[in-house]
T-cell receptor, first 115, second 113 residues
Framework: KAGVTQTPRYLIKTRGQQVTLSCSPI?????VSWYQQTPGQGLQFLFE???????NKGNFPGRFSGRQFSNSRSEMNVSTLELGDSALYLC??????????????FGPGTRLTVL | AQSVSQHNHHVILSEAASLELGCNYS??????LFWYVQYPGQHLQLLLK??????LVKGIKGFEAEFIKSKFSFNLRKPSVQWSDTAEYFC???????????FGGGTRLMVKP
């Protein structure tokens, strides 16, 4: 099976702009989660989508949003970019098993640089 | 809220040395535990996981971890490291309510040939 794919791999934006990142999960996986990785804060959970619905949300401002399509592909959007949004954004997919018996598999990430 | 602590931020070992990386978590309920590894220039990969049952779990590449519920710990071990084990290792925990992983700060392991 192909792994999790993320596009684009690298992105450079300026403050105030908005950006959309894309994630294609492993075939058959219904849950997609997003994480932000920075040297200072480490890996932090943004949100999870399952069957086109946001199921969990982390402690990020409303500028960060996402959605999931019927084919389980997911997009993440960040509006009004700030310098502190520079990070590696990771997408993880999982089958979506109930009861917590779910394992997430990560994509290579999108490296976002905000100037 | 759950949290994860990895006490060793940087570890340097010689090849063939034994490895133990500490991971402690705080959460009162049932947890699922994971170790992920990030090799230089590569994406996060799952090393091993614990859901229930035998508290000693074996993963890929000779790694194992032991869940000690009374100590809220899930330490990672390998009897003999190789240069190719140089990477950053992350401990993560989630509860049964969903797929929100809480990660530790990571441990950078350097293995000298």
């Amino acid at each position: 099976k192909a792994g999790v794919t993320q596009t684009p791999r690298y992105l450079i934006k300026t403050r105030g702009q908005q950006v959309t990142l894309s994630c294609s999960p492993i075939s058959g996986h219904r849950s997609v989660s997003w994480y932000q990785q920075t040297p200072g804060q480490g890996l932090q959970f943004l949100f999870e989508y399952f069957s086109e619905t946001q199921r969990n949300k982390g402690n990020f401002p409303g500028r960060f949003s996402g959605r999931q399509f019927s084919n389980s592909r997911s997009e993440m959007n960040v509006s009004t970019l700030e310098l502190g949004d520079s990070a590696l954004y990771l997408c993880a997919s999982s089958p979506g098993f109930a009861g917590g018996l779910d394992t997430q598999y990560f994509g290579p990430g999108t490296r976002l640089t905000v100037l | 809220a759950q949290s994860v602590s990895q006490h060793n931020h940087h570890v340097i070992l010689s090849e063939a040395a034994s490895l133990e990386l500490g991971c402690n978590y705080s959460y009162g309920g049932t947890v699922n535990l994971f170790w992920y590894v990030q090799y230089p220039g590569q994406h996060l990969q799952l090393l091993l996981k614990y859901f229930s049952g035998d508290p000693l779990v074996k993963g890929i590449k000779g790694f194992e971890a032991e869940f000690i519920k009374s100590k809220f710990s899930f330490n990672l071990r390998k009897p003999s490291v190789q240069w190719s084990d140089t990477a950053e290792y992350f401990c993560a925990v989630k509860n049964n309510a969903g797929n929100m992983l809480t990660f530790g700060g990571g441990t950078r392991l350097m293995v000298k040939p």
